[in-house]
């Protein structure tokens, strides 16, 4: 097992329009939040409709885990988050999408693909504190690819309203709280946990190097850790 902390270009994206195509289907958004060390409204959408007109509110953040040191297949992985749900009348899932390069720029805004999903959907409680998401075949995939050379990005956005492209009613939202890679030590920082399988091993040795474990025969093999 492998624990791998997210770079520090992690971020969140910010856009506010007087539509909802306006905010969720653009090219890029207004603002772009990589340095700080956690957010009140690092997910948000909301829509309000009032005497200056309607607009809706989105968010959505970006992780980079680098996986050039590691080696092997990964057979599970689960990204943890630290953080909780401030407010929840537009609903309280997130989910996991593959997400393209990470710029730290508006062009990230529509580098996530809600077409490959690298998660289900995952409700935040209201207690702060790491919230898992199981990761999927897709983003094993992914991870594979990376393992040894890259790096594996995601994207968490908004499950309930967001990726499902279900406005929200007039005065509702979704609002999570959460910590970033700038945040002090590692004790809050986001995490990508890895899972190896090494096929038919004892110890970590492969089944065809399986002659001698520290010099047993194979005739010895059950004095091997007292079997």
């Known amino acids: 097992m492998s624990v791998i902390f997210a770079e520090t270009n992690d971020q969140f994206c910010v856009d506010t329009a007087a539509s909802r ?13 990589s340095t700080l060390t956690n957010n009140a409204f690092s997910i948000y959408t909301a829509f309000t409709s009032g005497r200056g007109g309607a607009l809706y509110y989105l968010r959505r953040a970006h ?17 943890s988050w630290y953080c909780d749900l401030i407010q929840s009348t ?18 990230d805004w529509d580098d996530h693909a809600n077409s ?14 790491y919230h898992d998401f199981t990761l999927n075949a897709a983003a094993l995939t992914r991870i594979n690819a990376q393992i040894g050379s890259g790096n594996y990005n995601l994207a968490i956005i908004d499950y309930d309203n967001d990726y499902l492209d279900v ?8 609002q999570v709280h959460g910590y970033f890679a700038n945040y002090t030590g ?8 890895l899972t ?32």
């Open 21 to 33: 195509a306006g905010t969720r289907d653009a090219s890029t958004c207004n603002a772009v939040a």
């Open 167 to 174: 406005a929200p009613s007039n005065n509702t939202f979704t």
């Open 186 to 193: 590692t004790s809050r920082d986001p995490k990508l946990t």
């Open 63 to 79: 992780f980079s885990f680098d996986l050039s040191g590691e080696s092997g297949t990964a057979t599970a992985a689960t990204f």
């Open 116 to 129: 490959e999903p690298h998660s289900g959907a995952t409700t935040i409680t209201t207690t702060l504190g």
């Open 196 to 227: 190896f399988g090494y096929g038919n091993t004892v110890m970590g040795v492969a089944g065809t190097s399986i002659s001698t474990v520290k010099g047993v025969a194979n005739a010895n093999i059950s004095e091997v850790m007292g079997v």
């Open 90 to 107: 537009a609903g309280s899932d997130l989910i996991a999408t593959h997400m393209g390069t990470i710029d730290n720029n508006t062009g």
